[in-house]
């Protein structure tokens, strides 16, 4: 289950606590009910966010000698700080991704989807398959994002193949020839982050003139060119082959009976790009009656937490405004929930206001695939066709 925490493993019959042993004989304490996910979430003195990060494939030298030859390094910045400089960079952060500046996106996003929506209903309608990800999903957060921390110009596809490649290689059971190549991948891109951060306007140029170092700066950039866009763009993909499956969903949208807003919540219920994240008891603790002593590698299982039939009325199905939609924990809890939520709530709701249409009558070619990966779902593609 470590690997895959969707699907079948999501519904199965899981106590409140669990202990699983990983790839590399390496026991996690697994949390997969939704009050005793929160409370973790929202007590980062006893369990703090340190490792939040790590790979959990442990790192040979021959990879660490690849990223060292790049001086790639990342300090604690965001969701593996638990420090005193965690709230100032923070909220440098929030401020730049403030739902004022966020809800200011919305025309010009809604044009630029509204634009792809009519090329790929023309191909599709010329009895051409469509890829859903490549062609609509894969790279709009990451232009959204672009916009609000004013990025630079950069390629599109080589921000994805870095975004891609970190999540594989702190986040995915690998064997030492792939953790190579990923980081000399990894450690080319903090390259190039490491000069923008050094010269760049907007996001990095406020976190200078707060006075944090560039290798502060550097890490919030990384941090969010992976969670700020790489998981919206997967989400897109995972909501947009839900709906292709939940007809009675899209009929509400076409006649207004569903809103929008609670068809995303519930994808992010039933749906999340993240199904786990991590954290490490700092002192001897007590989960759901498990002892946790101090030291422990504590995973929650944000996917499962979001079924749990204490919060959510029907948790298997995709009901829209059902009873505990919205309290899904797809966006974390506490000191470190996730600042772009209102941003990746946007972005969805524009996607299905304008893309959920053209799902009427598809049938897919290809379902999203996801490779083994501890947190993240990571579809790679979406081919539907016209019958």
């Known amino acids: 289950m470590l690997f895959r925490g969707w699907g079948d493993a999501v519904g199965g019959r899981w106590p409140d606590v669990a202990t699983v042993v990983d790839h590399v004989g390496v026991g996690h304490l ?11 979430l929202a007590d980062p003195v006893t369990f703090r966010p340190d490792n939040a990060l790590d790979a959990v494939t442990p790192l040979p030298v021959a990879a660490l000698r690849v990223l060292a030859g790049h001086q790639f ?17 923070r909220g440098i952060v929030a401020d730049a991704l403030h739902p004022t500046r966020v809800a200011a996106q919305r025309p010009w ?23 859903l990800y490549a062609d609509l999903a894969a790279d709009l957060p990451l232009l959204v994002l672009a916009r609000l921390v004013e990025l630079p110009d950069a390629p599109v596809g080589a921000v994805k193949e870095f975004a891609r490649a970190a ?22 891109f903090h390259t190039v982050l490491r000069g923008f951060a050094a010269t760049g306007g907007g996001l990095a140029a406020r976190l200078r003139a707060a006075g944090h170092s560039p290798d502060v700066v550097v890490g919030a950039l990384f941090f969010l060119l992976v969670a700020g866009q790489e998981t919206t763009s997967q989400f897109l993909t995972l909501l947009l082959h839900r709906l292709t499956g939940e007809p009675t969903v899209r009929a509400g949208l076409r006649d207004g009976s569903l809103a929008v807003a609670d068809v995303v919540e519930e994808g992010l219920r039933l749906e999340p790009p993240i199904v786990t994240w991590r954290r490490v008891a700092a002192v001897d603790a007590t989960l759901g009656g498990t002892a946790v002593p101090a030291g422990t ?28 939609s919205r309290r899904h924990l797809a966006f974390g809890a506490g000191a470190h929930r996730c600042v772009g939520a209102q941003l990746a709530r946007l972005e969805a709701a524009v ?37």
């Open 30 to 40: 697994v949390v997969t009910r939704h009050a005793l996910v929160r409370q973790v």
């Open 73 to 89: 390094r990342l300090p604690p910045t965001l969701a593996n700080n638990g420090g005193a400089s965690h709230p100032e960079i």
């Open 109 to 131: 996003l809604t044009g630029l989807v509204r634009e792809r929506v009519a090329r790929l209903r023309a191909t599709l309608d010329a009895g051409v398959p469509v890829d």
């Open 167 to 188: 999540l594989e290689l702190f986040w995915a059971p690998l064997d030492e020839a792939r953790q190579r190549a990923l980081a000399a991948e990894v450690g080319r």
């Open 297 to 324: 590698g504590v995973v929650l299982w944000l996917a499962r937490a979001g079924r749990d039939p204490d919060v959510v009325a029907a948790p298997d199905e995709f009901r829209p405004g059902q009873r505990g």
């Open 351 to 387: 996607v299905v206001a304008e893309a959920a249409p053209l799902l009427d009558g598809v049938r897919v070619v290809r379902p999203p695939w996801y490779p083994d990966n501890l947190t993240f779902r990571m579809p790679d593609a979406f081919v539907v066709a016209r019958p």
